[in-house]
């Protein structure tokens, strides 16, 4: 799951607590208003990140890379939130299981597509082997940490999603990918991961609902004012809405919203009948974005 737009600079703390994020918002603002300011300032954090060793945090399992962002800092506060936000993925891995009348036994093997530096793996390890799971993040780095950290499978990345060779699974899930990508490469991302998804095996992921889209501003100015306006219009009619990061190079990387029936079209465009819906639940990820489970009948 990647961290929120643009928070993803950090610091050692003082009293003995260590922080991922050092930037303070206005700054951090101030140099999101060009790629040209904030990619090397990303680079040279990231390049920190890799030479300050992974640390042993209390409670959780594994050791926590400096680059995983997700973990803002080690109080109990923020490790308990850190497990929570996974403990919510697993609660919705269960009820999957259950809508499709399956057991974590049944699963052979698993895909944690966006694994970043491993918070919902380390929840899926406490009941699964790690030998049976399969991750990959487009910071491979994360997939690669994963790896070597907790004994899973890393799958080679691309940008190109088209190109990866994604192993079949029981078990697809992608928490906040989808809520990342223009229409094009959402289009591809779901016909990947279907395919990836074996007969009677099921893929959950998450997208940014009706509910995200009415407080779009959360996320920055870049979506409040009319900007929001145009995203709201473009859900309600074409299904989607897009605007990419204004501080990084390009248009393939930003934020997404989507609403349900352009989701449940799509799957159908691109699977026909080979999937069925287990359940939509409307900000059911932190009570803030959407999930949907399809199961695969063949």
């Known amino acids: 799951m990647p961290p929120a ?17 050092i930037i303070p918002d206005p700054i951090l603002d101030f140099a999101k208003r060009s790629p040209y300011v904030y990619g090397p300032a990303r680079k040279a954090r990231m390049a920190m990140g890799r030479v300050v060793p992974p640390r042993e945090v209390p409670t ?40 499709a009348g399956r057991s974590w036994a049944d699963v052979r093997t698993w895909l944690d597509f966006g694994c970043g530096y491993g918070r919902v793996l380390r929840a899926l390890l406490e009941r699964v082997e790690p030998q049976r799971v399969h991750v990959t993040d487009v910071i491979d780095e994360g997939a690669t940490f994963c790896a070597s950290e ?75 004012g009319e900007a929001k306006e145009a995203l709201v219009r473009a859900v309600a009619e074409r299904g989607i809405g897009y605007i990419p990061y204004r501080h990084y190079f390009g248009d393939d990387y930003g934020m997404a919203w989507h609403s349900a029936s352009y989701v449940l079209d ?33």
């Open 5 to 21: 737009p643009g928070r993803a600079l950090g610091r050692v703390g003082s009293a003995g607590a260590v922080r991922t994020k």
């Open 60 to 99: 959780l399992r594994g050791r926590v890379h400096f680059n995983d962002f997700m973990l803002e800092a080690t109080s109990p506060e923020a490790v308990a939130g850190y497990k929570g936000g996974a403990a919510n993925v697993i609660a919705l891995i269960d009820r999957s299981l259950e809508a």
């Open 150 to 224: 907790f004994g899973v499978r890393r799958v080679p990345t691309n940008r190109d999603i088209t190109t990866l060779r994604l192993p079949e699974v029981d078990f697809a899930y992608a928490i906040s990918v989808i809520t990342h990508l223009p229409e094009r490469s959402g289009r591809d991302f779901l016909r990947v991961l279907g395919n990836a998804v074996a007969p009677g095996g099921i893929f959950l992921f998450t997208t940014h609902g009706q509910r995200s889209l009415e407080h779009a501003e959360r996320y920055g100015a870049s979506y409040a």
């Open 266 to 298: 799509v799957m159908a465009a691109l699977h026909a009948s080979r999937f069925e819906l287990l359940f939509h639940e409307p900000h059911g990820l932190d009570k803030h974005q959407d999930v949907f489970a399809f199961r695969r009948s063949g």
